[in-house]
């Protein structure tokens, strides 16, 4: 099973880079005539920019299924990774209520930003820093442990 998904996705990424080189090439030697010939601009780029979009599709959808595929192939991988998964929700649930949604500042206002999004992106960073003490607490830690566990 491991081989015929390699070979599939080989044989994808050498499709879509060789789309992508044809397009580019094809670009290169019109790009000249572009600026006014509005055919040619939509002949030319929107099959480049179909061609993102389905190697968009499918980078998330590797991104996606190729650890599902592992954790079935491997259910107790499948117990950490939930555990992972459930901390990261409630480090996030524990942001969202830390973050106020004040809009106050001018500089909020100019640039629209609502209650809900300023609340959002406050909850954001909240898991930055959170984030960051933990990682930090763990090199710490591990230290302390390799220190310890020499003796």
Known sequence: MEKLLNKI???A???II???VFFTLWTITKGDNLAGDLDLQSNLLNPYFALSGIALIIALAA????PIGQMLSYPRSAVSVGISIAVLALIYILSWSMAT???DASYYQSFDISSDLSRFIG???YVVYILGV???LSVIG???YGALSKR
Do not use: K, V
């Open 18 to 20: 060789l789309l992508g």
């Open 142 to 144: 591990s230290g302390i």
């Open 9 to 11: 996705t080989n044989i």
């Open 63 to 66: 991104t996606i299924l190729f």
């Open 13 to 15: 990424t050498y499709l």
């Open 134 to 136: 933990l990682s930090i």
């Open 123 to 125: 909850s954001l960073i």
């Open 101 to 103: 949604g004040e809009t």
